[in-house]
Protein backbone atom coordinates (compact mmCIF):
# COMPACT_ATOMS: atom_id res chain seq x y z
CA UNK A 1 0.00 0.00 0.00
CA UNK A 2 2.77 2.66 0.73
CA UNK A 3 5.20 1.51 -2.07
CA UNK A 4 2.42 1.87 -4.90
CA UNK A 5 0.16 4.78 -3.30
CA UNK A 6 2.87 7.04 -1.71
CA UNK A 7 4.59 7.02 -5.48
CA UNK A 8 1.56 7.48 -6.65
CA UNK A 9 0.54 10.36 -5.34
CA UNK A 10 3.59 12.10 -5.30
CA UNK A 11 3.20 12.16 -8.80
CA UNK A 12 -0.16 13.65 -8.16
CA UNK A 13 1.47 16.64 -5.88
CA UNK A 14 4.13 16.50 -9.16
CA UNK A 15 1.26 17.39 -11.86
CA UNK A 16 -0.63 19.80 -9.53
CA UNK A 17 2.60 22.02 -9.09
CA UNK A 18 2.37 21.74 -13.00
CA UNK A 19 -0.62 22.89 -13.09
CA UNK A 20 -0.27 25.93 -10.85
CA UNK A 21 1.97 27.14 -13.20
CA UNK A 22 0.14 26.51 -16.42
CA UNK A 23 -0.60 29.88 -18.40
CA UNK A 24 -4.38 30.81 -18.55
CA UNK A 25 -5.23 29.80 -15.35
CA UNK A 26 -7.14 31.71 -13.13
CA UNK A 27 -6.26 32.91 -9.90
CA UNK A 28 -9.15 30.72 -7.82
CA UNK A 29 -7.95 28.00 -10.16
CA UNK A 30 -4.34 28.43 -8.90
CA UNK A 31 -5.51 28.30 -5.55
CA UNK A 32 -7.25 24.86 -6.62
CA UNK A 33 -4.19 23.39 -8.06
CA UNK A 34 -2.15 24.63 -4.88
CA UNK A 35 -4.74 22.73 -2.61
CA UNK A 36 -4.71 19.46 -4.75
CA UNK A 37 -0.66 19.39 -4.34
CA UNK A 38 -1.08 20.17 -0.63
CA UNK A 39 -3.85 17.35 0.04
CA UNK A 40 -1.67 15.12 -1.54
CA UNK A 41 1.17 16.07 0.62
CA UNK A 42 -1.01 15.55 3.65
CA UNK A 43 -2.44 12.13 1.86
CA UNK A 44 1.22 11.37 2.27
CA UNK A 45 1.83 11.65 5.81
CA UNK A 46 -1.20 9.94 6.72
CA UNK A 47 -0.73 7.04 4.48
CA UNK A 48 2.96 6.25 6.60
CA UNK A 49 0.35 6.73 9.65
CA UNK A 50 -1.81 3.84 8.26
CA UNK A 51 1.59 1.47 7.63
CA UNK A 52 2.79 1.76 11.17
CA UNK A 53 -0.68 0.57 12.39
CA UNK A 54 -1.10 -2.25 9.52
CA UNK A 55 2.69 -3.28 9.18
CA UNK A 56 2.62 -5.40 12.16
CA UNK A 57 -0.37 -7.17 11.32
CA UNK A 58 -0.39 -7.96 7.51
CA UNK A 59 -2.38 -11.15 7.93
CA UNK A 60 -0.54 -12.41 4.74
CA UNK A 61 -1.96 -9.45 2.54
CA UNK A 62 -0.48 -8.93 -0.48
CA UNK A 63 2.44 -5.86 0.01
CA UNK A 64 3.62 -5.46 -3.81
CA UNK A 65 1.61 -3.94 -6.73
CA UNK A 66 0.89 -6.47 -9.56
CA UNK A 67 3.27 -4.90 -12.07
CA UNK A 68 6.87 -4.78 -11.55
CA UNK A 69 7.79 -3.52 -15.11
CA UNK A 70 10.79 -0.69 -13.91
CA UNK A 71 9.79 0.42 -17.97
CA UNK A 72 6.35 1.21 -16.75
CA UNK A 73 7.61 3.00 -13.75
CA UNK A 74 9.58 5.68 -15.70
CA UNK A 75 7.01 6.07 -18.32
CA UNK A 76 4.39 6.98 -15.94
CA UNK A 77 6.79 8.85 -14.08
CA UNK A 78 7.88 10.91 -17.08
CA UNK A 79 3.94 11.54 -18.01
CA UNK A 80 3.30 13.18 -14.73
CA UNK A 81 5.97 15.37 -15.43
CA UNK A 82 8.91 14.60 -14.10
CA UNK A 83 12.00 14.47 -17.39
CA UNK A 84 13.05 11.17 -16.95
CA UNK A 85 14.25 8.12 -19.16
CA UNK A 86 15.52 4.66 -19.32
CA UNK A 87 18.74 3.18 -20.39
CA UNK A 88 19.25 -0.47 -20.54
CA UNK A 89 22.45 -2.59 -20.76
CA UNK A 90 22.79 -6.16 -21.95
CA UNK A 91 20.92 -9.01 -22.97
CA UNK A 92 17.34 -9.26 -21.45
CA UNK A 93 16.30 -12.40 -19.53
CA UNK A 94 13.27 -12.80 -17.43
CA UNK A 95 14.57 -11.96 -13.75
CA UNK A 96 13.63 -14.19 -10.81
CA UNK A 97 10.51 -12.50 -8.75
CA UNK A 98 12.58 -11.81 -5.52
CA UNK A 99 15.05 -9.57 -7.83
CA UNK A 100 12.21 -8.33 -10.30
CA UNK A 101 10.59 -6.70 -7.42
CA UNK A 102 13.42 -5.66 -4.90
CA UNK A 103 14.43 -3.33 -8.65
CA UNK A 104 10.99 -2.46 -9.17
CA UNK A 105 10.73 -0.87 -5.55
CA UNK A 106 14.71 1.01 -5.59
CA UNK A 107 13.34 2.99 -8.92
CA UNK A 108 9.86 3.19 -7.89
CA UNK A 109 11.18 5.37 -4.12
CA UNK A 110 13.96 7.16 -6.03
CA UNK A 111 11.48 8.63 -8.30
CA UNK A 112 9.39 9.57 -5.49
CA UNK A 113 11.99 11.38 -3.66
CA UNK A 114 12.94 13.28 -6.97
CA UNK A 115 9.48 14.47 -7.33
CA UNK A 116 9.24 15.26 -3.68
CA UNK A 117 12.73 17.00 -2.86
CA UNK A 118 14.44 17.67 -7.03
CA UNK A 119 10.84 18.68 -8.65
CA UNK A 120 12.41 19.23 -12.21
CA UNK A 121 15.46 17.36 -12.09
CA UNK A 122 16.25 15.16 -14.74
CA UNK A 123 16.78 11.61 -13.67
CA UNK A 124 18.23 9.06 -15.69
CA UNK A 125 17.31 4.97 -14.54
CA UNK A 126 19.47 2.34 -15.75
CA UNK A 127 19.19 -1.21 -15.60
CA UNK A 128 22.09 -3.40 -16.76
CA UNK A 129 21.81 -7.29 -16.52
CA UNK A 130 24.79 -9.33 -16.95
CA UNK A 131 24.99 -13.29 -16.37
CA UNK A 132 25.60 -13.13 -12.86
CA UNK A 133 23.55 -9.69 -11.66
CA UNK A 134 21.52 -6.98 -12.43
CA UNK A 135 22.57 -3.57 -11.56
CA UNK A 136 19.71 -1.23 -11.13
CA UNK A 137 20.60 2.54 -10.64
CA UNK A 138 18.67 6.00 -10.90
CA UNK A 139 20.58 9.27 -11.09
CA UNK A 140 19.12 13.14 -10.59
CA UNK A 141 20.57 16.40 -11.66
CA UNK A 142 20.54 19.10 -9.36
CA UNK A 143 17.11 20.52 -9.18
CA UNK A 144 15.90 23.66 -10.66
CA UNK A 145 14.76 26.69 -7.83
CA UNK A 146 11.87 24.90 -5.52
CA UNK A 147 8.44 25.79 -6.48
CA UNK A 148 6.78 24.34 -3.60
CA UNK A 149 8.11 22.67 -0.23
CA UNK A 150 8.92 19.37 -0.09
CA UNK A 151 6.20 16.84 0.66
CA UNK A 152 6.04 15.32 3.91
CA UNK A 153 7.89 11.50 4.58
CA UNK A 154 8.65 9.48 7.16
CA UNK A 155 12.61 9.04 6.20
CA UNK A 156 12.64 5.32 5.82
CA UNK A 157 12.30 5.08 2.48
CA UNK A 158 16.11 4.79 1.76
CA UNK A 159 16.56 2.84 5.06
CA UNK A 160 13.48 0.56 3.90
CA UNK A 161 14.99 -0.15 0.39
CA UNK A 162 18.65 -1.32 1.76
CA UNK A 163 16.69 -3.80 3.75
CA UNK A 164 14.78 -5.19 0.41
CA UNK A 165 18.09 -5.40 -1.19
CA UNK A 166 19.82 -7.51 0.99
CA UNK A 167 16.88 -9.64 1.42
CA UNK A 168 17.16 -10.51 -2.21
CA UNK A 169 21.50 -11.24 -1.47
CA UNK A 170 22.25 -7.74 -3.19
CA UNK A 171 24.09 -4.47 -1.79
CA UNK A 172 22.97 -1.39 -1.69
CA UNK A 173 24.60 2.38 -2.00
CA UNK A 174 23.16 6.15 -2.20
CA UNK A 175 24.34 9.51 -1.62
CA UNK A 176 25.09 12.74 -3.67
CA UNK A 177 27.08 12.79 -7.21
CA UNK A 178 27.94 15.57 -8.68
CA UNK A 179 25.44 18.02 -8.06
CA UNK A 180 22.47 15.45 -8.19
CA UNK A 181 22.15 12.47 -5.99
CA UNK A 182 22.36 8.64 -7.04
CA UNK A 183 20.73 5.38 -5.64
CA UNK A 184 22.15 1.68 -6.76
CA UNK A 185 21.39 -1.38 -6.19
CA UNK A 186 23.35 -4.31 -7.16
CA UNK A 187 21.28 -8.04 -7.16
CA UNK A 188 22.56 -10.89 -8.14
CA UNK A 189 20.28 -13.14 -10.61
CA UNK A 190 19.79 -15.84 -8.54
CA UNK A 191 19.22 -14.64 -5.01
CA UNK A 192 20.29 -16.80 -1.76
CA UNK A 193 16.97 -17.83 -0.11
CA UNK A 194 18.88 -17.76 3.37
CA UNK A 195 19.46 -13.84 2.48
CA UNK A 196 18.89 -11.51 5.17
CA UNK A 197 19.71 -7.83 6.39
CA UNK A 198 22.39 -8.29 9.47
CA UNK A 199 20.40 -5.76 11.42
CA UNK A 200 16.84 -7.58 11.14
CA UNK A 201 15.85 -9.38 14.35
CA UNK A 202 14.84 -12.87 14.94
CA UNK A 203 11.28 -13.96 14.77
CA UNK A 204 10.11 -14.11 18.12
CA UNK A 205 8.25 -17.55 19.46
CA UNK A 206 4.71 -17.26 20.26
CA UNK A 207 5.05 -13.61 19.79
CA UNK A 208 1.34 -13.37 18.47
CA UNK A 209 -1.36 -10.38 19.81
CA UNK A 210 -4.51 -11.32 21.63
CA UNK A 211 -6.96 -11.29 19.52
CA UNK A 212 -9.04 -8.50 21.03
CA UNK A 213 -5.83 -6.38 20.49
CA UNK A 214 -6.08 -7.91 16.79
CA UNK A 215 -9.20 -6.78 16.14
CA UNK A 216 -8.36 -3.57 17.58
CA UNK A 217 -5.84 -3.08 15.02
CA UNK A 218 -7.96 -4.38 12.04
CA UNK A 219 -10.32 -1.49 13.12
CA UNK A 220 -7.99 1.20 13.50
CA UNK A 221 -6.26 0.22 10.32
CA UNK A 222 -9.57 0.04 8.08
CA UNK A 223 -10.68 3.25 9.32
CA UNK A 224 -7.40 5.14 9.00
CA UNK A 225 -7.17 3.46 5.23
CA UNK A 226 -10.61 4.89 4.68
CA UNK A 227 -9.13 8.56 5.72
CA UNK A 228 -6.09 7.81 3.02
CA UNK A 229 -8.74 6.23 0.12
CA UNK A 230 -11.15 9.37 0.22
CA UNK A 231 -8.41 12.21 -0.27
CA UNK A 232 -6.67 10.62 -2.75
CA UNK A 233 -10.03 9.87 -4.93
CA UNK A 234 -11.03 13.32 -4.44
CA UNK A 235 -7.31 14.70 -5.19
CA UNK A 236 -7.43 12.65 -8.77
CA UNK A 237 -11.18 13.64 -9.65
CA UNK A 238 -10.10 17.25 -9.42
CA UNK A 239 -6.75 17.31 -10.63
CA UNK A 240 -8.55 15.64 -13.66
CA UNK A 241 -10.91 18.64 -13.88
CA UNK A 242 -8.67 20.86 -13.56
CA UNK A 243 -6.68 19.78 -15.89
CA UNK A 244 -9.48 19.18 -18.47
CA UNK A 245 -11.14 22.69 -17.54
CA UNK A 246 -7.81 24.52 -18.60
CA UNK A 247 -7.33 22.76 -21.62
CA UNK A 248 -10.71 22.97 -22.88
CA UNK A 249 -10.63 26.60 -22.13
CA UNK A 250 -7.06 27.35 -23.89
CA UNK A 251 -8.78 25.85 -26.58
CA UNK A 252 -11.05 28.30 -27.49
CA UNK A 253 -8.46 31.32 -27.00
CA UNK A 254 -5.76 30.11 -29.92
CA UNK A 255 -5.38 31.80 -33.26
CA UNK A 256 -3.99 29.86 -36.18
CA UNK A 257 -0.53 30.59 -36.98
CA UNK A 258 -1.45 31.05 -40.56
CA UNK A 259 -4.26 34.00 -40.14
CA UNK A 260 -2.08 35.56 -37.64
CA UNK A 261 0.87 35.84 -40.55
CA UNK A 262 -2.13 37.01 -42.57
CA UNK A 263 -3.56 39.78 -40.87
CA UNK A 264 -2.18 42.87 -42.16
CA UNK A 265 -1.79 46.67 -40.26
CA UNK A 266 -4.51 48.80 -41.05
CA UNK A 267 -6.97 46.03 -41.91
CA UNK A 268 -10.70 46.73 -41.08
CA UNK A 269 -11.89 45.36 -37.79
CA UNK A 270 -14.55 43.42 -39.05
CA UNK A 271 -12.15 41.27 -41.61
CA UNK A 272 -9.70 40.37 -38.87
CA UNK A 273 -12.85 39.22 -36.60
CA UNK A 274 -13.55 36.50 -39.42
CA UNK A 275 -10.38 34.97 -37.72
CA UNK A 276 -10.39 35.41 -34.40
CA UNK A 277 -11.30 31.92 -32.59
CA UNK A 278 -14.16 32.23 -30.21
CA UNK A 279 -12.37 33.95 -26.66
CA UNK A 280 -9.27 35.97 -25.45
CA UNK A 281 -7.32 34.76 -23.54
CA UNK A 282 -8.41 34.66 -19.80
CA UNK A 283 -5.35 36.68 -18.58
CA UNK A 284 -3.05 39.85 -19.99
CA UNK A 285 0.08 38.86 -20.47
CA UNK A 286 3.05 41.46 -19.07
CA UNK A 287 3.03 43.17 -22.14
CA UNK A 288 4.00 46.88 -23.69
CA UNK A 289 0.58 48.47 -25.16
CA UNK A 290 0.76 51.30 -27.11
CA UNK A 291 -1.21 54.33 -25.59
CA UNK A 292 -3.72 56.48 -26.93
CA UNK A 293 -7.49 57.67 -27.48
CA UNK A 294 -9.59 54.48 -28.29
CA UNK A 295 -6.80 51.89 -28.68
CA UNK A 296 -8.01 48.47 -27.20
CA UNK A 297 -5.69 45.19 -27.38
CA UNK A 298 -6.93 41.70 -27.67
CA UNK A 299 -4.47 38.74 -26.78
CA UNK A 300 -4.80 35.73 -28.01
CA UNK A 301 -2.58 32.27 -27.44
CA UNK A 302 -0.42 30.98 -29.63
CA UNK A 303 -0.90 26.95 -29.18
CA UNK A 304 -3.10 25.08 -25.96
CA UNK A 305 -0.18 22.58 -25.72
CA UNK A 306 1.22 22.53 -22.57
CA UNK A 307 4.66 21.13 -23.10
CA UNK A 308 5.93 22.89 -26.21
CA UNK A 309 8.20 25.55 -26.15
CA UNK A 310 5.66 27.84 -27.19
CA UNK A 311 3.53 27.34 -24.78
CA UNK A 312 2.08 30.40 -22.80
CA UNK A 313 3.02 33.07 -25.58
CA UNK A 314 0.60 35.13 -26.58
CA UNK A 315 -0.29 37.33 -29.51
CA UNK A 316 -1.19 40.83 -29.42
CA UNK A 317 -3.81 42.50 -31.56
CA UNK A 318 -4.53 46.51 -31.01
CA UNK A 319 -6.87 48.21 -32.67
CA UNK A 320 -7.90 52.38 -33.31
CA UNK A 321 -10.64 53.74 -34.61
CA UNK A 322 -11.93 50.39 -36.26
CA UNK A 323 -8.23 49.69 -37.59
CA UNK A 324 -5.90 46.79 -36.60
CA UNK A 325 -2.62 49.68 -35.70
CA UNK A 326 -0.65 46.61 -34.30
CA UNK A 327 0.13 42.85 -33.94
CA UNK A 328 2.97 41.26 -31.96
CA UNK A 329 4.09 38.26 -30.23
CA UNK A 330 5.01 37.93 -26.52
CA UNK A 331 6.56 34.95 -25.22
CA UNK A 332 5.48 33.31 -22.23
Sequence with gaps: ??????????????????????????????????????????????LGQVIGILREDADGAPTEPADFAVARLVEDAAASGLPAVLRTEGE????????????????????????????????????????GEVVVSVENTAPPAPVAPPLPGGGLGLIGLDERVRLAGGSFDCGPRGNGFAVTARLPRTPSAAARPPSSPPSAPGGTLPPEHRRARRRAGRALAAAVAVPLLATAVLTGALTAWGSLTLSHTVLDPDDYAALRVGQNRAEVARVLPDRQLPYRPRAYEPKGPGIECEYYAVTAARFVSSSGDAYQLCFQGGRLIGRTVFGG
Excluded: F, I
Design 1 to 46: MHDALGHDLSLVALSAGALKLAPGLADEHRAAAEDVRARAAGAVER
Design 92 to 131: EYEMPPAVERAAHRVVQEALTNVAKHAPGAAVTVRLSRTA
